[in-house]
């Protein structure tokens, strides 16, 4: 189960991480426009929480079930998003900074 296709498109200003509460906050560029979205952990599901400021519109958040595992990675200039599905394979996401 991929993540919102928006994720692969996206600059990426700043990726941070609390593990301690499970969640991570990924700050984009778009349009000149900084949003931060979140994405959290609540027992076994992932809820993507995104922030459409000056859209004018309102989603609801993308959720994920049956998240066992995700983690963040930092390399030069580029995130990896760690994310494992029950009976899934175990998928990483990759974002460039802005």
């Known amino acids: 189960m991929y993540l919102n296709h928006r994720f692969w498109d996206n600059m990426v200003e700043n ?38 400021t000056g859209y004018g519109r309102n989603y609801s958040p993308a ?3 049956d998240v066992e595992k995700f983690d ?3 390399k030069g200039n580029l995130f990896y998003i760690k994310l494992k599905v029950k009976n899934q394979e175990e998928r990483i996401y990759c974002y460039e900074k802005a």
């Not at 906050?25 to 459409?52: C, P, S």
């Open 15 to 52: 990726i941070k991480i609390n593990k301690d509460e499970d969640y991570i906050v990924v700050k984009f560029w778009r349009d000149g426009i900084v949003a931060e979205d979140k994405i959290e952990k609540i027992k076994n599901k992932l809820y993507v929480y995104y922030n459409y």
């Open 63 to 65: 959720l994920i079930e």
């Open 72 to 74: 963040l990675m930092e």
